[in-house]
């Protein structure tokens, strides 16, 4: 089996998540997967969870066991094909791990399964974990850019003063963004103020970056009274328990784990959503969404 090299996020959800260092498996993995229509980091996450239920014991297959390179490509056709434990693994890794009585071993939120970056090294990428409207994403506000990337400037990764406000900020800027079917990597270049001017020159209607602000911030507030609509709350604005209570014990991010809490009843009032996670009347009167729960 041939296929391109795999994209970053692939390398890591197939490859050391796995505890398989083998770049061409890896490799196969992930044109399998785009071959039979699967997403790779979450993929990648259901086979995680089931390594980790073996390691715990509470899961019995030989083939899932970290580090099984000769088993990658055989699991991702079962969970495509949902024959044997892939009829499982297909429900997704809240699902899986739920089954098994070890719900901590689903590294999801929301029924997403969270793709690189360790939130504990990442506070504000954290909260937009937490907060994403779709679950685990990390393109939703990516605060990562800023806390890790330097871009397009450096803020520490684990002060808390701040986050809240640039994070509903970059959700907000996204949601735009996203509304106007542009690559998400053309962010890296490109703002607010150019898609105004790309907008206004195609379809002649004045357009700056308060009001694309503000139409990204209508979307996200409209996605979230749907979530609200279908049961989702403030109990489900949280993360895997091992990232709010066992610190890293290494590298850059070591001892520390994510205070979760304070930002969050911080985002909520710079959103203008209560104290439970809804937007409040006042909001959305401001931004003409008419919407019954």
Known sequence: MKGKGPEYESVWALGPNLGIFDLITVSQANYLCNKLGLDTISCGGVIACAMELVQKGLLKNEDLKFGNENALKETVGKIAKKEGIGSELCEGARSFAKKYNSPESAIEVKGLELPAYDPRGAIGHALGYATSNRGGCHLTGYMASLEIFAAPKKIDRFTVAGKPDLLALKQ???????????????????????????????????????????????????????????????????????????????????????????????????????????????????LDLKFKL
């Open 172 to 286: 907000n800027q996204k949601a735009a963004e996203d509304s106007l079917v542009i690559c998400a990597f053309a962010g890296w270049s490109l703002g607010l103020e150019f898609y105004a001017r790309f907008l206004k020159a195609i379809t002649d209607i004045e357009y700056d970056v308060v009001k694309l602000t503000e139409i990204g911030e209508r979307i996200y507030t409209l996605e979230r009274l749907y979530n609200i609509r279908e049961g989702l709350g403030k109990s489900d604005d949280t993360l895997p328990p091992r990232f709010l209570n066992v610190p890293l014990t290494e590298g850059v991010s070591k001892d520390h784990v994510v205070p979760l809490g304070v930002m969050l009843d911080q985002y909520y009032y710079v959103r203008g959503w209560d104290k439970d996670g809804a937007p409040t009347k006042d909001l959305l009167e401001r």
